[in-house]
């Protein structure tokens, strides 16, 4: 106790900008983080709020990265500001990646409370988003105006109450997803493609994002499309092949990404109807025949789990998609499954490595502490790399759940 607040009082004590004040900020915030001490949470929480021109924004991110290891249920209420806190010099720059993993790992105690925030009962949340808009205003008054404060606090506490998993926010998302702003009930139809659910579940679930794909904007529907492919339910495909199959002429890859998302979970009985649009498509030929490899390894492999295992050391990078989303449709709980998919975390491909953590997320129902320290392992081998910092947003709270 002594020496977390000997730090917590040295951290407090810099004030400046130099590049020392900022070597010892950095190393002040770490080691709270790697101590996993409670007694360290409110000094972290200042840091993350704190909003002046001695300390970097990277330092309020930094803050609410160590707040993720010590899983303090004390700084929920900091943590639901920092979701809407910007850089007051960047309103661009936010911290909504790390601070919905921190609410993932303290767990159940913030589900109530981000619950509170969807409902607009939330005070500071109001408040801060109404100050973001304020900071974006005189940045660039014509974007501010388009912005909607409701909206921007439904966006992101869908978001994190989708990433924390937990089924009581099924009802809350479905009802969201019934609301008069566009981005409100899309940002609840993602929300809900991400919550742990129970077989029950699935037809309802499916329902809803189905519903509210037939009331949006369509170059917002080939994201929804990914949305339900990640369902990983056989309950949706009939609608995919449905998209996939119709004519859209305005935009054709509407009709792409609903193919894709069909073949990637198809079985061998399922991949039949999809032949035939590969031999007559125009617009994607090229696009099209290359899920040709994916077919083929459906009816191979059709439901064998141990066959789509296998499948995982393929070159072909569809291939090892599909793979993922065989075993996430397949592998339920299943932990050789799991330990196949851990190898394509580090694959050289964003789309390969997040189609692969999106799996084991929805298969390791108990968690996976392998899973856990292989993502801990790649943060801190790749660190700065652009690949890491696409893949951080969705690894960091997938990590916390499992």
């Given at each position: 106790?002594?020496?977390?607040?000997?730090?917590?009082?040295?951290?407090?004590?810099?004030?400046?900008?130099?590049?020392?004040?900022?070597?010892?900020?950095?190393?002040?915030?770490?080691?709270?983080?790697?101590?996993?001490?409670?007694?360290?949470?409110?000094?972290?929480?200042?840091?993350?709020?704190?909003?002046?021109?001695?300390?970097?924004?990277?330092?309020?991110?930094?803050?609410?990265?160590?707040?993720?290891?010590?899983?303090?249920?004390?700084?929920?209420?900091?943590?639901?500001?920092?979701?809407?806190?910007?850089?007051?010099?960047?309103?661009?720059?936010?911290?909504?990646?790390?601070?919905?993993?921190?609410?993932?790992?303290?767990?159940?105690?913030?589900?109530?409370?981000?619950?509170?925030?969807?409902?607009?009962?939330?005070?500071?949340?109001?408040?801060?988003?109404?100050?973001?808009?304020?900071?974006?205003?005189?940045?660039?008054?014509?974007?501010?105006?388009?912005?909607?404060?409701?909206?921007?606090?439904?966006?992101?506490?869908?978001?994190?109450?989708?990433?924390?998993?937990?089924?009581?926010?099924?009802?809350?998302?479905?009802?969201?997803?019934?609301?008069?702003?566009?981005?409100?009930?899309?940002?609840?139809?993602?929300?809900?493609a991400s919550v742990h659910r129970d077989p029950a579940d699935t037809k309802r679930v499916v329902e809803a994002l189905i519903r509210v794909y037939g009331t949006l904007e369509k170059k917002m529907l080939p994201q929804m499309l990914v949305a339900i492919r990640h369902l990983y339910a056989p309950e949706s495909m009939p609608f995919m092949l449905k998209v996939a199959s119709a004519g859209e002429d305005e935009l054709?890859?509407?009709?792409?990404?609903?193919?894709?998302?069909?073949?990637?979970?198809?079985?061998?009985a399922e991949a039949q109807p999809l032949k035939p649009l590969i031999d007559k498509e125009e617009d994607f030929k090229a696009d099209f025949d290359a899920y040709r490899p994916v077919l083929a390894a459906a009816e191979e492999c059709d439901?064998?789990?141990?066959?789509?295992?296998?499948?995982?050391?393929?070159?072909?990078?569809?291939?090892?998609?599909?793979?993922?989303?065989?075993?996430?449709?397949?592998?339920?709980?299943?932990?050789?499954?799991?330990?196949?998919?851990?190898?394509?975390?580090?694959?050289?491909?964003?789309?390969?490595?997040?189609?692969?953590?999106?799996?084991?997320?929805?298969?390791?129902?108990?968690?996976?502490?392998?899973?856990?320290?292989?993502?801990?392992?790649?943060?801190?081998?790749?660190?700065?790399?652009?690949?890491?910092?696409?893949?951080?947003?969705?690894?960091?709270?997938?990590?916390?759940?499992?």
């Amino acid at each position: 106790g002594k020496v977390i607040a000997k730090i917590c009082q040295a951290l407090e004590r810099v004030e400046d900008a130099r590049g020392v004040d900022n070597r010892l900020r950095n190393s002040f915030i770490e080691v709270l983080g790697k101590l996993r001490d409670k007694r360290a949470t409110k000094t972290l929480v200042d840091v993350m709020l704190r909003q002046d021109e001695h300390q970097n924004f990277l330092f309020n991110i930094l803050a609410a990265q160590q707040l993720i290891e010590l899983q303090d249920p004390e700084a929920i209420p900091g943590l639901i500001k920092a979701l809407y806190l910007t850089d007051p010099n960047n309103p661009a720059m936010r911290m909504t990646d790390v601070v919905p993993a921190a609410l993932v790992a303290i767990g159940k105690p913030a589900l109530e409370p981000m619950l509170k925030v969807l409902r607009g009962e939330d005070e500071t949340a109001n408040k801060t988003v109404d100050e973001y808009i304020a900071a974006v205003r005189r940045k660039d008054p014509k974007a501010a105006a388009e912005m909607k404060a409701r909206a921007l606090l439904s966006v992101e506490a869908t978001y994190a109450l989708g990433k924390m998993g937990f089924r009581e926010a099924i009802d809350p998302l479905i009802e969201e997803s019934k609301a008069d702003d566009e981005s409100r009930r899309y940002g609840a139809a993602i929300g809900l493609a991400s919550v742990h659910r129970d077989p029950a579940d699935t037809k309802r679930v499916v329902e809803a994002l189905i519903r509210v794909y037939g009331t949006l904007e369509k170059k917002m529907l080939p994201q929804m499309l990914v949305a339900i492919r990640h369902l990983y339910a056989p309950e949706s495909m009939p609608f995919m092949l449905k998209v996939a199959s119709a004519g859209e002429d305005e935009l054709p890859d509407i009709r792409l990404f609903a193919f894709a998302g069909q073949a990637l979970l198809a079985n061998k009985a399922e991949a039949q109807p999809l032949k035939p649009l590969i031999d007559k498509e125009e617009d994607f030929k090229a696009d099209f025949d290359a899920y040709r490899p994916v077919l083929a390894a459906a009816e191979e492999c059709d439901e064998s789990v141990d066959c789509w295992t296998g499948k995982v050391k393929d070159k072909d990078k569809i291939v090892l998609r599909k793979a993922s989303c065989m075993l996430a449709r397949l592998g339920r709980d299943n932990a050789k499954a799991v330990d196949a998919l851990l190898g394509l975390f580090e694959h050289g491909d964003l789309e390969v490595r997040n189609e692969a953590l999106g799996a084991v997320d929805f298969i390791a129902t108990k968690g996976s502490k392998a899973a856990v320290d292989k993502i801990s392992e790649l943060e801190a081998i790749e660190g700065g790399r652009s690949i890491c910092s696409n893949f951080k947003r969705e690894a960091l709270p997938t990590r916390s759940r499992l």
